[in-house]
């Protein structure tokens, strides 16, 4: 069983930083992409980051590039969303989840294909 634990959420004034962290369980971490999601109150859930098995490629949705990092340490076995010039609109609550296709480097990644989810980390950036 796959277990993911973000942390690294926090409160932080416009234009400040933090780093997420999601540290996963398990043996196979480093042959999975991983992805980043945000749900703020009243809204859907939507995707912010991703990132490949390998770390080659990562994806980032328009309203995050330029200040948001995605990277792994597949030795660790986690991933970081460096997040940077914070906005109030970034208020959000932050899952990591990992993709269920092993070895899948393919621009096809939607919410579907990820089996396993985070609980959460609360991000709140005040103006």
């Known amino acids: 069983q796959v277990q993911l634990v973000e942390s690294g959420g926090g409160l932080v004034q416009a234009g400040g930083s933090l780093r997420l962290s999601c540290a996963a369980s398990g043996r196979t971490f480093s042959s999975y992409a991983m992805g980043w999601f945000r749900q703020a109150p009243g809204k859907e859930r939507e995707f912010v980051a991703r990132?490949?098995?390998?770390?080659?490629?990562?994806y980032y949705t328009d309203s995050v590039k330029g200040r948001f990092t995605i990277s792994r340490d597949n030795a660790k076995n986690t991933v970081y969303l460096q997040m940077n010039n914070l906005k109030p609109e970034d208020t959000a609550v932050y899952y990591c989840?990992?993709?269920?296709?092993?070895?899948?480097?393919?621009?096809?990644?939607?919410?579907?294909?990820?089996?396993?989810w985070g609980q959460g980390t609360q991000v709140t950036v005040s103006s």
């Open positions: 990132i490949s098995w390998n770390g080659g490629r990562t």
């Open positions: 989840a990992k993709d269920q296709r092993q070895f899948y480097n393919g621009d096809y990644f939607p919410e579907s294909k990820y089996g396993y």
